[in-house]
T-cell receptor, first 111, second 110 residues
Framework: DVKVTQSSRYLVKRTGEKVFLECVQD?????MFWYRQDPGLGLRLIYF???????EKGDIPEGYSVSREKKERFSLILESASTNQTSMYLC??????????FGPGTRLTVL | QKEVEQNSGPLSVPEGAIASLNCTYS??????FFWYRQYSGKSPELIMF????GDKEDGRFTAQLNKASQYVSLLIRDSQPSDSATYLC??????????FGAGTTVTVRA
């Protein structure tokens, strides 16, 4: 079974803090994704990576950056957290076909 | 125009009935179609995928695809209270990325 893990289930941060969200997958998947999910807005792609050190912007990259130094790990960075980044953050991974498998999610609250 | 459209619901069905969920998509080039189930407060989990026109059955779930009509559906037979969740339709938009619908919330009444 594919296993995708995320570093925290719940996180509370203050405005202006730098926030790191970590995602690890154990199935040697090439592709990894970061989404945020908000009520009424569905899943929105922030960034994705199709190989180590490779990344591409998704639909809403503003205020975020990513890092993929190893194949199994994909980090999402909020450079200076703001209240409008309060959300559920979901990491996913996939092989060359499109099927994506999700981690448990991190519910981030920015005060 | 949104790429993937779903009725938001809620769809309420009695226990034992068939729940029918619909999804339309805009990109005629899409080749892969997915249904995910998401319980409240949890992450999406894959139920089924379908690539070819027609029906695909897996237990109580049947996915139906009609590429000419750009339509994909999910039937849940013998609905159980544990099927109460939000169901997300997803369609590939390139080799890597999926576009997700906003989801249909299903409530199964005991």
């Amino acid at each position: 079974d594919v296993k995708v893990t995320q570093s925290s289930r719940y996180l509370v941060k203050r405005t202006g803090e730098k926030v790191f969200l970590e995602c690890v997958q154990d199935m040697d998947h090439e592709n990894m994704f970061w989404y945020r999910q908000d009520p009424g807005l569905g899943l929105r792609l922030i960034y994705f990576s199709y190989d180590v050190k490779m990344k591409e912007k998704g639909d809403i990259p503003e205020g975020y950056s990513v890092s993929r130094e190893k194949k199994e790990r994909f980090s999402l960075i909020l450079e200076s957290a703001s209240t409008n980044q309060t959300s559920m953050y979901l990491c996913a991974s996939s092989l060359s076909e499109a099927t994506q498998y999700f981690g448990p999610g991190t519910r981030l609250t920015v005060l | 125009q949104k790429e993937v459209e779903q009725n938001s619901g809620p769809l309420s069905v009695p226990e034992g009935a068939i729940a029918s969920l619909n999804c339309t998509y805009s990109d005629r080039g899409s080749q892969s179609f997915f249904w995910y189930r998401q319980y409240s407060g949890k992450s999406p989990e894959l139920i089924m995928f379908i690539y070819s026109n027609g029906d695909k059955e897996d237990g109580r779930f049947t996915a139906q695809l009609n590429k000419a009509s750009q339509y994909v559906s999910l039937l849940i037979r013998d609905s159980q209270p544990s099927d109460s969740a939000t169901y997300l339709c997803a369609v590939n938009i390139d080799d890597y990325k999926l576009s997700f619908g906003a989801g249909t919330t299903v409530t199964v009444r005991a």
